[in-house]
């Protein structure tokens, strides 16, 4: 079985120090990170191009994890992240937000990584325009709402 806290200590260093082939290495070859800004990655490769594209968007990245719980199979762990934007008209600006990481494990690595955490706080933080903001979490509904379990849910509303 996987040491969870140690894993999660392991991530969190990788993104911070910008180590794209460390946090592949957690990921089964096959792997996703579902990247809540970002969307899906799949593979070692695009997990650690993902992570490139992380620190062009950000710097002085700090991820860390707490109450973390396990049974080999799942993991969840509640985060808090922080980072200074590098997008543009917001350089330098301080985003800190919490969250909930999913993982699932095979074979003692991550299968599937996912996440869940307020999108619009992030962007608020980084003075935005609200039409901005607005439009990235139509886009981020949209895919969420394409998948067969949402359908399901929004077919009952119609």
């Not at 901005?132 to 969420?144: E, S």
Request: proline share 3%; charged share 25%.
């Amino acid at each position: 079985m996987t040491d969870f806290n140690d894993l999660l200590r392991r991530f969190g260093a990788a993104v911070a120090a910008n180590d794209g082939a460390a946090l592949a290495a957690l990921f089964t070859s096959d792997g996703v990170c579902d990247d809540g800004f970002f969307g899906e990655y799949r593979g070692r490769k695009a997990i650690a191009d993902m992570l490139a594209h992380f620190h062009d968007t950000g710097a002085n990245f700090r991820w860390d994890f707490f109450d973390p719980l396990s049974d080999g199979r799942l993991g969840y762990a509640r985060y808090r992240f922080s980072y200074a934007s590098r997008m543009p008209g917001a350089e330098g600006r301080p985003v800190v937000f919490e969250g909930i990481g999913f993982f699932q494990f095979r074979d003692g690595l991550i299968a599937r990584y996912a996440e869940a955490f307020d999108r619009g706080m992030a962007l608020a933080q980084q003075d935005f325009a609200p039409e901005r903001i607005k439009k990235v979490l139509l886009k981020l509904a949209d895919r969420q709402n394409a998948s067969p379990a949402a359908q399901e849910h929004r077919k009952r509303l119609a």
